[in-house]
């Protein structure tokens, strides 16, 4: 059975480094089998996060097929794969749209972990866009069950890792180093 997700928009008063009060709306996306579910699920995770009042303004049904939390990343982008099937019938090539959500650092390291993601894919695929994403915070469902325990750990300590050094700036510095010592 495949997840469902839910883009829940959480309202809420946030105090600044100046003392500063502002009211924020932010998209969150949780796992669950039906609206009333998923409303339940995002008061009861952003109750940890949220000390003051906090207010659900809207819950819909997103469209991505799969999740990937990617170690010291803090984004999420937004990937569209282009699938591409040859109908042998009509003789035509057809195209089907699924998008997944990719955490990375920027759109170059998107584009990278996507590539990542369908490595093992069979069949021909192309990536038309990758956008970032204004989803704040990913909370799946697991059972309890000591299987997905294993899997909830994981998932968490990938999410919640802190991105390092940008390695590939490190990268062009010591190549570009290297370049003009030759």
Same mark, same amino acid.
């Given at each position: ?15 600044? %480094?100046? +003392? ?8 969150? #996306?949780?796992? /669950?089998?039906?609206?009333? &579910? !998923? ?49 042998? %019938?009509? +003789? ?8 997944? #959500?990719?955490? /990375?650092?920027?759109?170059? &390291? !998107? ?69 003009? &010592? !030759?």
């Amino acid at each position: 059975m495949s997840a469902t997700w839910y883009e829940c928009k959480v309202k809420y008063r946030k105090t600044d %480094e100046t +003392g500063g009060q502002k009211v924020l709306t932010e998209p969150y #996306l949780v796992d /669950a089998v039906s609206y009333t &579910e !998923a409303e339940s699920r995002i008061n009861e995770e952003m109750a940890a996060y949220i000390s003051e009042e906090f207010k659900i303004t809207n819950i819909k049904v997103a469209n991505y097929a799969e999740i990937h939390p990617f170690e010291n990343a803090d984004r999420w982008f937004k990937s569209k794969i282009s699938l591409l099937a040859y109908d042998e %019938e009509s +003789g035509k090539e057809r195209k089907s749209n699924m998008y997944m #959500l990719i955490q /990375a650092n920027d759109v170059r &390291e !998107a584009y990278d972990n996507t590539l990542a993601v369908m490595q093992n894919t069979m069949g021909e695929y192309s990536i038309p866009a990758i956008a970032e994403s204004p989803i704040m915070d990913v909370f799946p469902y697991f059972s309890g069950d000591e299987d997905e325990l294993e899997q909830l750990e994981r998932f968490n300590a990938l999410k919640a890792s802190k991105p390092e050094a940008d390695k590939w700036a490190e990268n062009q510095e010591a190549a570009t180093a290297d370049a003009v &010592e !030759a």
